[in-house]
């Protein structure tokens, strides 16, 4: 019983915390993270462990449930006809890039520096929701396809040997 009023609290705010990203997630079409890497941030420090990787387990746990609830919440969208999938086939060889240099760069940076480097991406985004004039901008009438995506596409395979190195420097 002693366990269940030590850890209640933090329980409680940790299911709290996944219910409101989860109804973001849901509602807005974001991942999650907004929510989830601040809550984990302020809530890790109860499980103990090192004040240096709270900051890497926190975006790397966040980015495990945005996997999960960005599928549901396609599902979801697409049974409305509200996901455009010839745009999510153009993108995706360009967010899985993203996501390898991401997690290469996330392997050398401090907890300190991404959660800076966080910080200013959450910024930047709320800046974009807040003023209605930066949302409304348009560079083109069409999507950007060609030669580009499919040159990228060919690279892909290089990610798991720059992982690789990356992982051998940091040693």
Known sequence: MSLLIA???????????GLFAGFAAGLFGIGGGFVVVPAMIALLPLLGGSHAEY????IGTSFATIVITALRSTLSHAKRGAVDFEILKSWAPWIV????????LARVLTGQALSIIFAVGITLMSINFLVPKLARRQ?????????GARGYRRNLASFPRCSALAAARSR
Do not use: K
Not at 7 to 17: F, R, T
């Open 7 to 17: 850890w209640g609290p933090a329980i409680i705010a940790l299911l709290a915390a």
């Open 55 to 58: 900051t890497h387990v926190a």
């Open 97 to 104: 890039g993203g996501v390898g240099i991401g997690v290469m």
């Open 139 to 147: 560079v083109s009438d069409t999507m950007p396809t060609g030669g």
